[in-house]
């Protein structure tokens, strides 16, 4: 019986995070250029790095994937993504445009803001239309 490694993505969920940047009325989207979900609108994120904060994953992916800086407000909600190759524990967070410009880079394939509605529509997954209403609300009191 083989050992399995404490970093075995196949033996132990992986943390990541997910940022819902808000720009006045429009959230930032992404278009995922790589799995899971290859080709899909979403929230920029990724995996958290070994000894890094989550607040600095948020900054990272962010900027990593779209050029942009924001202030990391709250936690919006906790998801999982389980399927056979992989365990996915998503931490999705608020956040406030600072500056830049949206440009796809890292593993995005398009970055842009949209209003809410155009966000609802390009947003394929449940769960993902749930993070950006929950955030609209909460970024609106």
Wanted: charged letters at 30%; one cysteine or more.
């Amino acid at each position: 019986m083989q050992a399995t490694k404490p970093n075995d993505s196949k033996q132990y969920p992986i943390p990541a995070v997910g940022v819902v940047c808000w720009r006045g009325d429009e959230v930032l989207l992404i278009k995922r250029g790589r799995e899971p979900r290859r080709g899909e609108w979403s929230i920029p994120g990724g995996k958290v790095d070994r000894g890094e904060t989550l607040h600095d994953a948020c900054v990272r992916e962010l900027f990593e994937e779209t050029g942009v800086t924001a202030e990391i407000g709250g936690l919006i909600e906790v998801y999982e993504i389980i399927v056979p190759d992989f365990h996915y524990v998503l931490l999705d967070y608020n956040a406030k445009f600072m500056s830049g410009h949206p440009v796809a880079a890292d593993d995005a394939d398009e970055a842009r803001f949209v209003n809410i509605e155009e966000a609802l529509r390009l947003v394929s997954r449940d769960d993902l239309r749930d993070v950006i209403i929950k955030s609209r609300k909460s970024m609106a009191r």
